[in-house]
Each structure stands twice: as C-alpha cells, then as structure tokens.
C-alpha cells in the first residue's frame, strides 16, 4: 500500500520560506515522480511541481524561481523549499504520486502578517 | 497551459438520478503516444482528491461502477448512473497530457 504524509505546513509572514515535507512508503520516490498540488482555501486544485527519478525537476510559473523541490532517497522524502512566500500562495499543500492514485492528507500553509 | 473547462459548476442532483458533467480542453489531448491523459478526481468535503477515472475511460480499482468516462480529442464527460449520497462532493477533471498538469475550475455536485 502506497502512503504519502505531509508535513512542515504553519503559519508564515510574506516574504518568509518554509519547507514541506512529503514522506512515502509503498514506493520508492527515485524510482518515480511526485507531484505537489495545491489548492487555495474554497478554491480548486493546481499543481505547483514535479520532481521526476531522473531528478529532473518543473515548476509553475507561479512558484518558478521562488519554490525548490528536492529530495531525500535515503529517507524516501520529498521536499518542497518555499522561498519569498506571497499571500496567494495560502493553501492546502498535497504531494501525489506519479500515478495520481495516492495523495497525503495535505498540509496548511498560511502566509499571513 | 492549456486550459480545462467544466460544466456545469454547481450540479444538484436528486438520490438515484443520472448526472453529467463535461469538460473541455482547450487543444486536443492525444498524446504523441496515441493515450489521451484525461483524468476525472472527486474530492468529499473536508478529504483529499481521489481519482476516479485514468486515461478517459478507466475506473480506478474500488471505484462503484456507476462512474463512467467517456469522450476523445477536446470533449469528454463523467457520468454517474445514479447518485448516491456519498457522491456528494467537487468533480475535477485533469490534463496530464501538455506541461504544465491542469485542472478544471471543479463542479459542486450536491443532493437536491
């Protein structure tokens, strides 16, 4: 069974970073992708990043430059670093597998003075 | 991007009636492989995303037999035979066939 868990979500101020975690078992993240969507509060789901086995990555443009998505094989993690946060990137934070079939439960991040 | 267009937003349904609902991409989503990579997620309130069906066509492993996909090209539909009360929830249809992945806007299905 595949089981991804989030983590690292938290109230932050604009302009500040903080780093998402995304711990898989059932799966080995260097053998595949995982995606991270993000859905806005009321709002609908957009993907925000990929990183692939290759190590490959691709952003939005919407966090191109600003968010760094990385990982972890000795831990099976995935992070997503996010820098020079903005008010509009208030959201549930989801990581996916490459299959789209497992998602986590999603970890808030709030950016707010 | 290219860009996912659902409709209807808001879907009331009545318990045991069919319901539709289309979306609509805004170029064609054939792979150069000859897959279309359309799928169709349902989110319950307060839960994650659960995919439903892959590929325009294919139910996921658990998923009742009254979801259904259909469509080719630009044009494709989720049905659901009968709703019931758990189907309760928003639909997102999505294109993992150009980059970047895209959604629909999502359409609220709720019991009448």
């Known amino acids: 069974e595949v089981r991804l868990v989030e983590s690292g979500g938290g109230l932050v101020q604009p302009g500040g970073s903080l780093r998402l975690s995304c711990a898989v078992s059932?799966?080995?993240?260097?053998?595949?992708?995982v995606s991270w969507v993000r859905q806005a509060p009321g709002k609908g789901l957009e993907w925000v990043s990929v990183?692939?086995?290759?190590?490959?990555?691709n952003y939005a443009d919407s966090v191109k430059g600003r968010f760094t998505i990385s990982r972890d094989n000795s831990k099976n993690t995935v992070f997503l670093q996010m820098n020079s946060l903005r008010d509009e990137d208030t959201a549930v934070y989801y990581c996916t597998s490459a299959s789209w079939d497992d998602w986590g439960q999603g970890t808030l991040v709030t950016v707010s003075s | 991007d290219v860009v996912m267009t659902q409709s209807p937003l808001s879907l009331p349904v009545t318990l045991g009636q069919p319901a539709s609902i289309s979306c609509r991409s805004g170029?064609?989503?054939?792979?150069?492989?000859?897959?279309?990579?359309l799928n169709w997620f349902q989110q319950r309130p307060g839960q994650s995303p659960r995919r439903l069906i892959h590929e325009v066509s294919k139910r996921d492993s658990g998923v009742p037999d009254r979801f259904s996909g259909s469509g080719s090209g630009t044009d494709f539909t989720l049905k659901i035979s009968r709703v019931e009360a758990e189907d309760v929830g928003v639909y997102y249809c999505m294109q993992a066939t150009h980059w970047p992945i895209t959604f629909g806007q999502g359409t609220r299905l709720e019991i009448k």
């Open positions: 059932g799966l080995t993240v260097s053998h595949t992708y």
């Open positions: 990183i692939y086995s290759s190590g490959n990555t």
């Open positions: 170029q064609s989503l054939v792979y150069s492989d000859g897959n279309t990579h």
